[in-house]
């Protein structure tokens, strides 16, 4: 197993266990850096509503293969002085190159659709130049198409090969470049991406984008590397 798969296997102590040392393949959504789709921050009355997409590209489970999916959203975010709670429900759309299968049927390029909903919720420090907070990402979806099946009949993922689970904790440092503008780094770990770095820029009033940064494979082993590329965008 490489390092990058034990990574997100360790995440995943608490729903699944994996024996063997061979290939090991995942939900294609497990291999990309959670989504930033809202700021950190709602300073607005009510909540507010976003639709949200964003591109991932990295390098699969194993060495020499590859996966790549776009994924589009749509939410609602509320908070206060202190916090901010959003939720929103996805749909994703990718292929993933499999090379490294023992069964020769399940090497090639497989295309796998998905859909689910989530939740993301934090509490920060609010200061004059920068907050501080803490923050949870949770949610499920339902992984479908031929890579879905590769990695069904891999390995015995029982309650996730229906339901596939979401759970990220993160720290993240939002900097006040003036009272609508914010530049934030988020670091966590969890599922999706074992762990990862995110880094976003939004308007309050307009929205924002954000790139993401999580474990990649290479010849030498897993790098940090970076994967995504998201937009989101505030339709009140």
């Not at 997409?53 to 589009?72: D, I, V």
């Not at 919720?121 to 803490?134: E, Q, R, S």
């Not at 929205?207 to 010849?219: A, K, Q, R, S, Y």
């Amino acid at each position: 197993m490489n390092s990058k798969s034990s990574i997100i296997l360790i995440s995943l102590i608490s729903f699944l266990w994996l024996t063997g040392c061979g290939p090991t393949y995942l939900p294609a959504i497990w291999d990309s850096a959670p989504p930033m789709h809202f700021p950190n921050e709602i300073k607005t009355k009510g909540d507010v509503s976003f639709i949200s997409g964003y591109y991932n590209q990295s390098t699969g489970f194993n060495q020499n293969e590859s996966n790549k999916f776009f994924k589009a959203s749509y939410g609602k975010a509320l908070g206060g002085k202190w916090y901010r709670f959003a939720g929103s429900g996805f749909a994703y759309i990718g292929v993933y190159n499999v090379t490294q299968s023992d069964n020769i049927l399940h090497r090639g390029k497989k295309s796998y659709l998905g859909f689910g909903g989530d939740i993301d919720a934090n509490v920060f420090l609010p200061l004059y130049l920068f907050n501080l907070g803490v923050g949870l990402y949770s949610g499920i979806c339902t992984e479908l198409g031929d890579y879905a099946s590769v990695w069904r009949k891999e390995e015995n993922w029982g309650f996730a090969e229906v339901l596939t689970p979401l759970g990220f904790i993160y720290a993240f440092t939002q900097f006040n470049i003036t009272k609508n503008d914010k530049l934030t780094f988020r670091l966590g770990v969890g599922l999706p991406s074992g762990y990862s770095l995110g880094i976003s820029y939004y308007n309050l009033n307009y929205g924002g984008l954000w790139i993401g940064f999580h474990p990649t494979e290479t010849e030498t082993g897993s790098q940090f590397s970076f994967s995504s590329f998201g937009i989101s965008v505030n339709i009140k």
